[in-house]
């Protein structure tokens, strides 16, 4: 189904990710789903606060590489600016917006989480960048979200490594802001949001754009480079490795 919502007591909405036999992608289609619905939610006064999750054990395995093909050059910019449409939007969003993460939250999955200004994370929760295993740069607005999280040097070690975190490693870098038990995030993550709902909205809107300007640039040099790159040899060869799960042979090209 892609996106679906629903609304809690009347004033939170929910919005899942909700395609779980494929770990929920993050395809074109999926993010303006989001879009839209982040759209409703902001333009409806009566919801106060907003909670992004998923259906079954992940939050989502990154973006649907099946929807990464080769396209011409201003046609993967156009779905770029779809991209900074929705990051830009969750950013600065002017309601409380919470990521209620379990399971795994992989490349572009991850991005999304953490572009949710509060992060709520099940104990058994993982994050990973992954964006370099297939030839492209972190995109969706992480190279500027993850460092103002972690820091620089930190942020560059586990986009390049790919390394594996675990929640509770996570929590102690400042990448989430708080743990659940397991099956339990999405509740934390509704009464972190109506918490933050009581809360004076103005000084919210303008405390998100400042800490959002950085972001900005994030979004506009991925949707410069990444096009290019997701029309690469080694972009392919990421693909071809991920479908017959295999290490790829990347050659610089």
């Excluded at 201003?74 to 969750?90: K, S």
């Excluded at 929760?125 to 460092?147: E, H, K, Q, S, Y």
């Excluded at 972190?192 to 000084?203: E, G, K, S, T, V």
Aim: proline share 5%.
């Amino acid at each position: 189904m892609g996106v679906t919502t629903r609304l809690r007591d009347g004033a939170l909405m929910v919005i899942t990710l909700d395609e779980p036999e494929r770990r929920n992608p993050l395809g074109h289609s999926v993010r303006l789903g989001i879009v839209d619905a982040l759209s409703a939610a902001e333009g409806d006064d009566a919801v106060r606060g907003v909670v992004l999750r998923r259906a079954g054990g992940h939050f989502s395995v990154g973006g649907d590489i099946r929807d990464r093909g080769t396209r011409s050059i201003a046609d993967h910019r156009e779905r770029f600016a779809r991209v900074r449409e929705m990051v830009a939007r969750m950013v600065r969003f002017s309601k409380p917006l919470v990521a209620a993460v379990e399971g795994w939250a992989a490349g572009g999955g991850f991005a999304v989480a953490i572009a949710c200004p509060t992060v709520v994370a099940s104990r058994d929760a993982r994050f990973t960048a992954g964006f370099t295993r297939i030839g492209l740069v972190p995109d969706m607005g992480l190279l500027a979200t993850l460092p103002a999280r972690i820091g620089a040097a930190r942020a560059r070690h586990l986009i390049l490594s790919n390394a594996q975190i675990g929640a509770e490693d996570a929590a102690a870098m400042g990448l989430v802001d708080g743990l659940a038990d397991p099956g339990d995030a999405e509740k934390t993550a509704l009464a972190a949001a109506d918490d933050q709902a009581r809360a004076a909205p103005l000084p919210r809107r303008f405390v998100l754009d400042w800490f959002a300007q950085g972001v900005d640039a994030a979004l506009e040099y991925e949707r410069q480079i990444q096009p290019f790159l997701l029309n690469s040899d080694d972009a392919a060869e990421g693909r071809a490795a991920f479908f017959e799960k295999r290490p790829p042979r990347f050659r610089g090209r």
